[in-house]
């Protein structure tokens, strides 16, 4: 996230902007603070812009990083009286009674050297017992005075005090509404469907459910588009019950962006903006950064194979993948918040031209730019004419994007905000996904495919060892079609397939429906030999009212629903495994029929488009 230049940590004028602290991790959550007191940092940040005596000596020269600087800047404050003395009296001054022995010891041991692994070389207590004669001069960090070597004890005056500490207060109030937002919008996101699903378990919970899957969890929002795409290939349209979470998302975004906002600005002075305008920008700028990191985790964990939530709920593939489409916008539109605000901020405040040649603004610009090509890259006609091309741009875009962003967070904070705590958790969902890949292959071992040719346009492919079974789940990234036999209660099952649909149900199936099963396929006139040779046996083995097959002909949906609702089934099971026009019209039909025998009639239903 872009942020002020700051003053180096060797030597500088007062900060005009977060300076990196010496701990670590999302701020306010389990109590976690970085000013601990208050009164403390507001002292320390007082005086450590100044030049100490032994830190005129460290060179940045050579091979000299900036972490091995800012240890030699440690070392010499530990043992630099002037400076100790300084911050000891400025506490002994300004901090309240509340503010107990024990806590200034602690702020004393972990924060005064600025940083954890050096320790002070005297107590805090030792060297305000070091002080016998209280100090006069004053001495404030100005943008003119950035050269002064503090060579002895001096004061700070209140306003400079209070100003420090108070910038510090809103920073780290703003920080901590950001943590508190993007977790609650994370765990929203990925705790839904769980919550969703496991509210299907309760008592009574069923016949809800059977009432409320035709009027929210069939229909599409947008007319009979879902499989099939919108007009002007705009994409695929989400289902009521797909939309109302999606709606949710939204709204969260738009909620969490607008409020909690509070600014030192009229009342009290702040030291890193010149006034209300460009501090609340600030806290606009770093709220858009923290909402579209925080949906990162969601939005790479929905698009993985081995999606977790797969297993915890009854939600497809399909529609995780949709869902991450949608964060995918959501995570573009904070992004493009972030920079924009960003871009005028740092314009309004001058710092603009500086910032530019900086590495933490040119990897945020590389983050950004991936993120855009990501979403525009995604667009439906370029997944259905360049599918493998997609994909492989996709996974390199989505690597640019997390390194940009890592860069962009270690070059500006030293990831000393918390920031990176939502790239670790979206680094370690691709991995875990990866790894499982990996285990997978090697649980599976090598197999050779045995391709038979059925027809002029069709191949049957068999792979020794590899069984499919009933219950199957969708764990693929390239669209592919794949048979689908989902169990149901007791009543009547359905089904609807083409000629692409593959091996049809096996008499074994059928044992293990709990009523009896219709069987409807129909395939082209071309393909007519799938028909009369691969599945022959296994048509053989259904009783003629058991199977509709059409060779050349379409189905009938609506007639052939109406049909099974009319019979007077307590529950209809439809399994449509086809083109997006058939599942679409499948979807429709089965929704009208649901609220029409709503009490009478529950159907449920199964989809699995051969679509993109």
């Given at each position: 996230m872009q942020l002020l230049l700051l003053a180096n940590l060797v030597a500088g004028v007062a900060a005009t902007g977060p300076v990196p602290v010496t701990r670590s991790g999302l701020a306010?959550?389990?109590?976690?603070?970085?000013?601990?007191?208050?009164?403390?940092h507001g002292c320390f940040r007082s005086f450590s812009p100044f030049t100490l005596t032994c830190s005129d000596t460290i060179s940045a020269g050579g091979h000299t990083t900036a972490d091995e600087l800012a240890h030699a800047l440690a070392l010499c404050r530990a043992g630099n009286l002037p400076f100790l003395r300084s911050i000891a009296w400025c506490m002994h001054l300004y901090c309240p009674d509340s503010v107990l022995p024990s806590l200034r010891e602690t702020f004393w041991e972990t924060e005064i050297t600025g940083d954890i692994a050096v320790?002070?070389?005297?107590?805090?207590?030792?060297?305000?017992?070091?002080?016998?004669?209280?100090?006069?001069?004053?001495l404030v960090p100005t943008a003119t005075n950035a050269g002064t070597v503090l060579n002895t004890t001096v004061l700070t005056t209140y306003d400079n005090w209070q100003a420090t500490w108070v910038t510090l207060y809103y920073f780290f109030r703003e920080t901590s509404l950001e943590s508190y937002y993007g977790l609650a919008l994370c765990l929203t996101a990925v705790g839904l469907p769980l919550a969703l699903t496991w509210l299907g378990y309760l008592p009574y919970a069923t016949g809800v459910l059977d009432r409320a899957k035709p009027w929210l969890l069939y229909p599409s929002l947008v007319g009979t588009y879902h499989d099939r795409p919108l007009p002007w290939a705009l994409g695929n349209a989400p289902t009521r019950g797909q939309g109302l979470y999606v709606g949710v998302?939204?709204?969260?975004?738009?909620?969490?962006?607008?409020?909690?906002?509070?600014?030192?600005?009229?009342?009290?002075?702040?030291?890193?903006?010149?006034?209300?305008?460009?501090?609340l920008m600030a806290y606009f700028m770093w709220r858009t950064g923290v909402l579209a990191f925080c949906q990162m985790p969601v939005l790479v964990l929905f698009s993985t194979r081995n999606n977790l939530l797969l297993w915890l709920t009854n939600w497809s593939h399909a529609t995780y993948l949709l869902l991450h489409r949608w964060v995918a916008r959501l995570f573009l539109v904070q992004t493009l918040?972030?920079?924009?605000?960003?871009?005028?901020?740092?314009?309004?405040?001058?710092?603009?031209?500086?910032?530019?040649?900086?590495?933490?603004?040119?990897?945020?610009?590389?983050?950004?730019?991936?993120?855009?090509?990501?979403?525009?890259?995604?667009?439906?006609?370029?997944?259905?004419?360049?599918?493998?091309?997609?994909l492989a741009t996709h996974v390199v875009l989505a690597v640019l994007c997390v390194v940009g962003c890592w860069y962009h967070v270690y070059i500006g904070y030293e990831n000393t905000f918390g920031y990176e705590t939502w790239l670790y958790a979206t680094i370690a969902v691709w991995f875990a996904d990866r790894l499982a890949r990996v285990a997978r292959v090697l649980k599976t071992g090598l197999r050779r495919a045995v391709v038979t040719e059925v027809g002029p346009t069709l191949v049957r492919v068999d792979i020794p060892g590899v069984r499919w079974a009933a219950a199957a789940t969708a764990t693929r990234s390239r669209p592919f079609p794949r048979p689908c036999w989902p169990g149901g209660r007791a009543g009547r099952t359905a089904g609807a397939a083409t000629s692409t649909d593959g091996p049809a149900p096996r008499p074994a199936m059928r044992k293990r429906a709990s009523s009896p099963l219709l069987l409807c396929l129909s395939v082209r006139a071309g393909d007519r030999a799938l028909v009369e040779g691969t599945l022959h046996h296994v048509l053989a083995g259904l009783d003629d009212a058991d199977k509709d097959v059409r060779v050349g002909q379409r189905l009938d949906p609506a007639a052939l629903l109406a049909d099974e609702a009319a019979r007077g089934w307590a529950t209809v099971g439809v399994v449509a495994?086809?083109?997006?026009?058939?599942?679409?019209?499948?979807?429709?039909?089965?929704?009208?029929?649901?609220?029409?025998?709503?009490?009478?009639?529950?159907?449920?239903?199964?989809?699995d488009s051969f679509s993109y």
């Open positions: 306010g959550i389990a109590g976690f603070t970085f000013y601990s007191p208050y009164c403390g320790r002070p070389r005297w107590s805090y207590g030792a060297v305000l017992a070091n002080i016998t004669t209280p100090p006069t001069e004053t998302l939204v709204v969260l975004n738009v909620v969490f962006l607008a409020v909690g906002y509070r600014t030192a600005w009229p009342r009290q002075t702040e030291q890193w903006y010149a006034d209300r305008y460009q501090e918040l972030h920079s924009l605000l960003a871009l005028v901020l740092y314009q309004h405040t001058g710092a603009y031209a500086a910032s530019l040649v900086t590495g933490w603004w040119i990897w945020g610009c590389v983050a950004t730019v991936a993120a855009v090509l990501l979403v525009l890259g995604s667009v439906l006609v370029f997944r259905q004419r360049a599918y493998e091309l997609f495994c086809g083109p997006a026009g058939l599942c679409d019209a499948v979807r429709a039909e089965v929704a009208r029929l649901g609220r029409a025998y709503a009490g009478r009639c529950a159907f449920e239903l199964q989809v």
